[in-house]
């Protein structure tokens, strides 16, 4: 079943309705598949630079700190030896990548599901656009933004070229922005709702459909 709502401006007046695809936002909402994907989201964001001296990396310690016999102690034959205070450090981390392998076809099952999710609860709305005239205008434009949600934080998806939108929205604390070709989970998940302008809607549904097409 097919769920329409209603497309507004940036008055909050009806301007048309439009149709969420079954497909897209009456997916099957997998809540392992979505945690997988989050993860691999979340740990491709790490740097992975950290690291620690072996007993390779730390200089000095290249003389034996006593003879070989006769001392009763047992031999040694550096300071940079891990039991050593100022040694190198056993096992510790290295530089790596917390990159983990996912596909394609799991991004877009997972996404589906988070915005299907949304769509559940009445979170996602459809906008012809927020802001009014040819100048960017924050306070206008939040304004704008409450008359159609109240939620406490908003993920506002636009078109990338709508650079109106962004200059306008961009330091308001409560609206995360994000262009619809980089909508993916964890965003759709970390905010209370999801607003659409109408261009950035026909991306993601015709991107989103076309995955279906795809799997199918």
């Known amino acids: 079943m097919t769920t329409t709502i209603d497309v507004l401006d940036a008055s909050g007046a009806k301007t048309g309705t439009v149709d969420l695809p079954e497909e897209v936002f009456g997916a099957k909402v997998n809540v392992p598949l979505i945690h997988q994907v989050v993860v691999a989201q979340l740990a491709a964001r790490r740097q992975g630079t950290h690291a620690t001296k072996t007993r390779g990396d ?88 409450r008359k159609i949600t109240q939620a406490r934080s908003v993920l506002v998806v636009v078109d990338e070229n709508d650079e109106l939108t962004w200059l306008s929205l961009r330091n308001a604390p409560e609206v995360h922005l994000l262009d619809a070709g980089q909508l993916n989970t964890y965003d759709v998940l970390c905010h209370d709702d999801v607003v659409f302008t109408r261009e950035a809607y026909d991306q993601v549904v015709a991107r989103l459909a076309k995955s279906g097409k795809e799997e199918a």
Do not use: C, I, N
């Open 58 to 145: 730390v200089s000095g310690g290249g003389k034996k700190p006593y003879r070989q016999k006769g001392t009763g102690r047992a031999r040694q034959g550096s300071t940079r030896a891990p039991h050593f205070a100022g040694g190198g450090v056993v096992h510790g981390p290295q530089p790596r990548s917390y990159e983990q392998r996912t596909p394609k076809k799991m991004k877009a099952a997972a996404l589906k599901g988070a915005l299907s999710d949304r769509a559940g609860g009445g979170r996602v709305h459809v906008v012809d656009s927020l802001v009014t005239g040819d100048t960017p205008k924050t306070r206008a434009t939040l304004e704008a933004l």
